[in-house]
Every structure is written in structure tokens, then in C-alpha cells.
């Protein structure tokens, strides 16, 4: 089966580490898109990214990072500059091809948190 | 800018009864609308959407939305509530020409049995 698949399910950082969510697809989707879930403020947007080897920020990109260097794979970092990470992180994906009233396929989300 | 507002934390309604989870958009020109749910600890899934044309919108599992570009509403409805749709409900608007979408806070719908 097709779809969005994010490992590891819950992470833990500790304090001034570097720590990197995984993100794949096997959907084919040329974009996408980093999300951080806190309860009662929906979904912000990260990173994303339309094609390979490039992607913008988001809506609160400061203290995350992201690379596009295959299309099935969309890494996010979250680095130490990020003070308050502890949060539930969503990866999406969609297809541009078919014009932009597709919607996002969502993966299962890691939860990560601070030790 | 875009920006989508679901005014309700939570709604609660009993099983069998038409459930109704409320949202307004602002957006220039005209917009795409979603409505996405989110069962605990998975990520969102894609219910319907509004492109054009008729006003009425059926998706999945029996739920419909109803558009309104006077009152730049997009209303998630189901005619007879499950307890199996208890759950957060997404409302989510996109500018045509514009890549980023913008979601709601979420409404947690509680149907009791």
C-alpha cells in the first residue's frame, strides 16, 4: 500500500542535541510539508518543499532544518535552537501535477519530548 | 492572507442525531476548503473538499459540507451521528495559485451513546 510513513513514533531530546524525524513516501507526491501539532493551536506549518533540492520556510521554521535530496524523503531536524520542541510533528505530502486543489496525505506523526 | 477560524473547542452530540462542526474562512478570490479528521495519536485524514461548483459536498463515511460565500462558511454535517465519529475535526483553506494551506484549531466532536 501507498503512503506517508514517519519513524521514530516518539523520540526524546536531550538537552543541546540535535535530533532528526524521518519522513518517506512511496506515493509519488512532488511536495512536501512539515507540520507541529500542540494541542488547542491546530496545525503550523514547519518547512515544505515542491521539488528537489529546494524547499521553503514555513510559518515557524526558527530552530528546525530540512533537506529534499530524493523525492520519496523529507528529514526534519530539530536542532538545539529550538527551545521548546515538545510537540507532535506531522510530515504530509500531495501531488502538484493535478493542480492545487489536491489535498495532503498525512503520516502517522512522531511525538517527540524532552528529558 | 488566509486564515480559517472553527469556533467550537468541542461539541457533543448524541448518537443518531445530526452533528454539525461550524467553520469560517477568510481568503482573497476563491478559496479550496478541506475538512480532515484526526483520530488519537495518527495523523489527519482527508474527509472532502470544496473546488467549485455545487454548494453541497459528500465525502467519506456519510459526512457532507455545506459552502457558503456569503457567509464564508464550510460547515462539516452528518445526518446521523456514530460513536465511532468521535474524533478532531480539520477545517483547512488554500488560496488558488497559493501552495500553503492553512488549518483550523480543531473541533473535538464527542458523540455520546
Known amino acids: 500500500d501507498g503512503g506517508i510513513t514517519q519513524s521514530p513514533k516518539y523520540l526524546f531530546r536531550k538537552e543541546g542535541q540535535n535530533v532528526t524525524l524521518s519522513c518517506e513516501q512511496n506515493?509519488?507526491?512532488?511536495?512536501m510539508y512539515w507540520y507541529r501539532q500542540d494541542p488547542g493551536q491546530g496545525l503550523r506549518l514547519i518547512y515544505y518543499s515542491q521539488i528537489v533540492n529546494d524547499f521553503q520556510k514555513g510559518d515557524i521554521a526558527e530552530g528546525y532544518s530540512v533537506s529534499r535530496e530524493k523525492k520519496e524523503s523529507f528529514p526534519l531536524t530539530v536542532t538545539s535552537a529550538q527551545k521548546n520542541p515538545t510537540a507532535f510533528y506531522l510530515c504530509?505530502?500531495?501531488?502538484?501535477?493535478?493542480?492545487?486543489?489536491?489535498?495532503?496525505?498525512f503520516g502517522d506523526g512522531t511525538r517527540l519530548s524532552i528529558l | 492572507a488566509q486564515s480559517v477560524a472553527q469556533p467550537e473547542d468541542q461539541v457533543n452530540v448524541a448518537e443518531g442525531n445530526p452533528l454539525t462542526v461550524k467553520c469560517t474562512y477568510s481568503?482573497?478570490?476563491?478559496?479550496?476548503l478541506f475538512w480532515y479528521v484526526q483520530y488519537p495519536n495518527r495523523g489527519l485524514q482527508f474527509l472532502l473538499k470544496y473546488i467549485t461548483g455545487d454548494n453541497l459536498v459528500k465525502g467519506s463515511y456519510g459526512f457532507e459540507a455545506e459552502f457558503n460565500k456569503s457567509q464564508t462558511s464550510f460547515h462539516l454535517k452528518k445526518p446521523s451521528a456514530l460513536v465511532s465519529d468521535s474524533a478532531l475535526y480539520f477545517c483547512a483553506v488554500k488560496n488558488r495559485g497559493y501552495q500553503k494551506v492553512t488549518f483550523g484549531t480543531g473541533t473535538k466532536l464527542q458523540v455520546i451513546p
Open positions: 481568503v482573497s478570490g476563491n478559496p479550496y
Open positions: 504530509a505530502s500531495s501531488i502538484l501535477s493535478q493542480g492545487a486543489n489536491q489535498p495532503q496525505h
Open positions: 506515493l509519488n507526491h512532488d511536495a
